[in-house]
């Protein structure tokens, strides 16, 4: 990361006779954000389904297993419940990666030249400089905002603490494999390859920044879904909205999606410790 340095180089753009205009690709985001939102919303309920039909056939072969009789609709129903934690984690794996890859290999496949800058881009050590640089300010930031909300009483807890908190208990192994591998490669590719990439190209980047980390921040804590109060919530849009920010810089500095995939992953693992062996969340 010295001076001399070599500049990485951003994937390649197309010649300026075939790039995008600004006003089509500000459309485009908001397409692929549409399509995104409702590929994400019916996987969600696809899964949901499939997951309730799986645990009512099993709750009907168990009682008829052990009382002989068939149960009602009702209390096949009730005695469903609600996900646990693995089936919940594998919900959110096919709803947000399943949406990520449609846009991918739909909307905005790497071309060749892309992918040979991405590799060679891998190659240079300021590429992984840059990375460890981002992760450690992305993790000292975070907590700071933190610190600073702490002191006005402000002390909001993600939606998502409470599912990592169980997962943890019962399958640490995949919680570990879901939150340090898949997930930061499916939301770089869905927030940063396709969204925030669309606008980069059209020679839009900082608004590319805003919007994408503006969508990534409001995925993490949904409005109507949070428990937690308007000022804990900008608390929580404050921090992801930084971190999707922070991970659209390091795509556009190196010039390689993966950079920005292994930043995510090792925010998510220090994470992870502190929840582990501090408690924090």
């Keep these: 990361m010295s001076a001399s340095a070599p500049v990485s180089a951003p994937p390649p753009i197309p010649p300026a006779s075939a790039a995008p205009r600004a006003g089509s690709a500000l459309a485009g985001f908001f397409i692929d954000l549409g399509i995104g939102a409702v590929t994400l919303f ?17 709750v009907s072969h168990a009682n008829a297993a052990a009382n002989g009789g068939a149960l009602s609709t009702d209390t096949v129903g009730a005695a469903v419940g609600q996900p646990g934690a693995l089936a919940q984690i594998l919900m959110a794996l096919i709803a947000t990666g399943g949406a990520a890859l449609l846009l991918y290999f739909w909307r905005r496949p790497a071309n060749a030249a892309e992918r040979l800058a991405s590799r060679q881009a891998l190659q240079r050590p300021s590429t992984w400089g840059w990375t460890l640089l981002v992760a450690t300010l992305i993790v000292l930031g975070s907590n700071g905002i933190a610190f ?12 998502n603490v409470e599912l990592m908190q169980n997962a943890i208990a019962r399958f640490p192994l995949f919680l570990v494999l879901f939150a340090v591998v898949l997930a930061p490669a499916y939301e770089e590719l869905l927030f940063r390859r396709v969204l925030f990439g669309r606008l980069w190209q059209a020679g839009r980047p900082w608004l590319g920044i805003v919007l994408s980390s503006l969508a990534f921040a409001l995925v993490h804590e949904v409005p109507g879904l949070s428990k937690n109060s308007l000022l804990g919530m900008a608390q929580l849009w404050l921090v992801y909205g930084g971190m999707g ?3 659209c810089w390091l795509y556009q500095r190196t010039g390689t999606l993966w950079a920005a995939i292994t930043a995510h992953a090792l925010n998510n693992a220090v994470a992870l410790a502190a929840m582990v062996f501090l408690g924090s969340t």
């Design 42 to 58: 019916g996987l969600s309920l696809i899964s949901g389904l499939f997951w309730g039909f799986y645990r009512a056939i099993v």
């Design 148 to 159: 600073l909300a702490k002191q006005f009483g402000i002390e909001p807890v993600p939606t």
């Design 245 to 247: 920010a922070a991970f």
